[in-house]
């Protein structure tokens, strides 16, 4: 059967499945695995080889899976504990130093929930790219450039969302672009629990299905980190996951689905806390990472 994911983690226990065996090794594929204060677990995933992106259906690099245990229980200090262990990773996958320049993106439409995640992060990063200017700075050990932009959708702006951050870079000449975003999982279970970063890039709307032109190193002309969480669960990835025991005939549902269902992307009734918990955990790392003399 085929499951919509965007996470590598999922895509490497789908793999896991249909070999009937946990941990399977693929050539060109890196596992490890660590823990964080032992309450984030972290599994890294590094894809080093065309026969690993044909196995993993991913480009070339890293991903890596922070899964959080407790997060909706409303204790502040495992979203801190969260961000600590997301901070740490972020600064080794986007080599940091003092003097970086960071252009922080939220992708997504704050008019729908389960799409809000980028644009309600980037309300919460401290921008700092304007004192830069203000006061001719090129320096600063306490806090790094940091630009923000909100692109918005292409249904409401009219224009293709990587046409205006390439605009933006322009003007903001990063070294970086982080850029935020919901994605898509096949378990429910990861709406509450996981973050995913990746150094490859990223397609915006991949979340809801509605993919624009990509970002990466390539369409930008500078590094990409990509930081998602996944808020959706594609309908019919939910009903065949959960019914996978019982059915008989799995290929056969599949098709009928296809042909007599409707597509829909669902999200869990939690999301609008969702949203607020992943977008402070994720704020507070960026915060964290590149002003270490406010916030560490």
Known sequence: MNFRTDLAIEIKEIYDQNNKSEDVEIEGVEVDTDYFMDLVKITRIKITDENGCKAMQK??????????????????????????????????????????????????????????????????????????????????????????????????????????????????????IIAIDSLAARNVNRISTTIQISDTGISPGAGTGNMRKQLTEETLGTKVIAIGVPTVIDSKTLILDNLSGFLKDPPTAEKYIDENGKHMIVTSTEIDQVIKDFSDIISNAINITLHPGIYS
């Open 59 to 176: 480009p070339k690099g890293n991903y890596i899976t922070l899964e959080i245990e407790g997060v909706s229980s409303g204790f502040e200090e495992v979203k801190e504990i969260a961000a600590l262990a997301l901070s740490k990773e972020l600064k080794r996958l986007m080599n940091y130093h003092s003097n970086m320049r960071v252009l922080i993106i939220g992708l997504g439409n704050d008019k729908v929930t389960p799409d809000s995640l980028g644009p309600y992060t980037v309300s919460k990063i401290k921008v700092t790219r304007h004192y830069y200017l203000t006061h001719d700075m090129e320096y600063d050990v306490e806090m790094s450039c940091v630009s923000g932009f909100i692109p918005g959708v292409m249904g409401s702006t009219g224009m293709e969302t990587a046409d205006l951050i390439l605009s933006a870079a322009k003007i903001a000449n990063p070294e970086v």
